[in-house]
């Protein structure tokens, strides 16, 4: 009998006879920047998974098809619920403001996403892409810098912090204040969501809206609160609706992909060397690194009439949710789907989400993500891992690592 | 080499000429509006959408089973829509016309 013991670090194999425990073969070392898929078996085996939540279960979509057909029905499978409620875990109990356009459904959804649209656009500028790459050089100049550096707090967030400036369009200041929140801004360190960290960004966002209001600028506060809806200008409640998900959508996310990138180029330095001498594979492998990354899990809908999700029955006003993280790992589309491929040609990758409701900052995190790559194959020889704390999400049923709680590291320049 | 032409959403003619590479990368690098390729073209984002003339549809060829699955998403895809990432550049397709859907 073959015995699987495995902790983050090594799995072990142990071999158990009747009498005797022989140990102990030491087959696999598993990567520090290896983020396993925890629902292949329920995937391949039945299709969908159940985690409870806040006693409003989830029926979770694991396959590619059924998450994409899913996201594109918006009638039975409904964003427009009561605010938070889409969201896993469930943020009903902690806000009342809606999120726009992200909780609005077609057709009015397309409305609102017309007007925000050509604002979430500006990362195509190169102007855009010249300021962003200059703060990227600079925060990889001042880790350079230190003998060692926490990845999580000490680059990733100050990163999105700053490159958030240039997507508001609001003095680079500001991001000092936004870094001083720390990494739990949205969420307390434990399962349960924390309402009154919530309550910092909400006050914060209320008294930007207030000073746009009064004396407007070129930022996006005052760009929403001049825009035209259905005849009308936006009201300060749309306008927050639409700066709560700039903050919240791109905070986690684009931090646990950049801390995940550099792990992988850390242990990777292959890839690194790779990025230096095929630059341009660079955004394939950025939209490689989302898809294995998948840095949102999963997001929901309330089903609105009684129907089946890949065979099983959904229940009017019960949620489902869409997981990208498991899409993304589908071997019926993916092939070696648990391996980062750098210049992976068809990626029909779900990580920004698919469909209506695809993710609105996308185009600025593809930019973060291309433009951190090239400064790392540009400025950096070598990295390496000192220690770290894996951040796994308790998913009921799945465990899932999504990045790391810390990770320090020791970034070393490129000698030419 | 071949010669491209794109219509744009305001009916504005522009003719590229390129000889390897995807489609959608010329437009993108010539700037034609509408052709965004946010995802590079790995047929992931669908922000490359075009309409093939019929009569070119020949020269292009139909959309691979991937894309059709994109561009389902999209209420204005009709037989002749293609993402233009897709769409290699070879002498073969010299001459054809899109009209860009967005």
Redesign the interface.
């Known amino acids: 009998m073959l015995k699987k013991v495995t902790d983050s670090d090594f799995e072990i194999l142990i071999f158990v006879f009747p009498q005797k425990v022989y140990p102990i073969i030491h087959i696999a070392y598993m990567k520090k920047s290896e983020f396993p898929d925890p629902f292949e078996k329920t995937r391949e085996a039945k299709g969908y998974g159940e985690m409870n939540d806040q006693d409003d279960p989830v029926t979770m979509l694991l396959r590619h098809k059924d998450v994409?057909k899913t996201a594109?029905n918006y009638k039975t499978f409904q964003s427009g619920a009561a605010p938070g409620r889409i969201v896993i875990p469930s943020e009903v109990n902690i806000r009342d403001t809606r999120q726009i356009p992200f909780e609005v459904d077609p057709p009015v959804h397309k409305e609102y996403r017309s007007i925000v649209e050509p604002w979430f656009?500006r990362p195509?500028q190169p102007e855009y892409q010249e300021k962003l790459a200059k703060q990227i050089a600079n925060i990889i100049e001042e880790v350079l810098q230190e003998d060692s550096v926490e990845v999580v707090t000490g680059l990733a967030l100050k990163l999105q912090s700053r490159a958030l400036t240039l997507l508001l369009n609001t003095p680079f200041d500001e991001s000092e204040k936004w870094i001083s929140w720390g990494t739990h801004v949205f969420r307390s360190e434990g399962e349960a969501l924390d309402g009154d960290k919530a309550n910092i960004l909400y006050d914060y966002i209320d008294a930007q809206i207030d000073r746009a209001a009064k004396s407007p600028t070129d930022d996006m506060y005052s760009v929403l609160l001049d825009s035209e809806f259905e005849g009308r200008k936006l009201t300060k409640e749309e306008v927050k609706g639409v700066m709560v998900l700039t903050f919240a959508g791109g905070r986690d996310t684009v931090i646990n992909a950049v801390t995940n990138a550099i792990a992988y180029l850390a242990e990777n330095p292959e890839s690194l060397e790779r990025l230096r001498n095929e630059p341009e594979i660079t955004?394939?492998t950025?939209?490689e690194m989302i898809r294995y990354f998948s840095p949102l899990t999963q997001m929901g809908r309330v089903v609105t009439e009684d129907t089946f999700v890949c065979e099983h029955a959904a229940k009017a006003d019960t949620r489902v949710s869409l997981c990208w993280a498991s899409a993304n790992r589908d071997a019926a589309v993916f092939e070696n789907p648990n391996e980062i491929v750098m210049d992976?040609?068809?990626?029909?990758?779900?990580?920004?989400g698919?469909?209506?409701h695809?993710c609105l900052g996308?185009?600025h995190a593809?930019q973060i993500m291309k433009i951190l790559l090239q400064t790392l194959a540009e400025k950096i020889g070598s990295f390496e891992i000192l220690d770290y704390e894996e951040n796994i999400e308790d998913l009921h049923h799945f465990k899932r690592k999504v990045g790391f709680h810390s990770i320090n590291m020791k970034f070393n320049p490129l000698t030419k | 080499m071949a010669k491209i032409t794109f219509i744009t959403n305001d009916e504005e003619t522009i003719t590229l000429e390129g000889t390897s590479g995807s489609v959608m990368a010329l437009a993108v690098d010539n700037g034609v509006p509408g052709i965004d390729g946010d995802c590079g073209g790995v047929c992931s984002c669908a922000t490359c959408h075009v309409h093939v003339a019929p009569e070119d549809m020949e020269k292009t060829g139909s959309a691979s089973e991937i894309e059709t699955d994109m561009l389902e998403l999209d209420d204005n895809a009709d037989e002749y829509s293609r993402l233009c990432c897709q769409i290699e550049i070879t002498d073969a397709i010299d001459g054809v016309v899109l009209k860009v859907a967005k």
């Open positions: 994409r594109h656009k195509l955004g394939k950025v939209e992976r040609k068809i990626n029909p990758h779900v990580g920004f698919f469909s209506h695809n996308a185009t593809r």
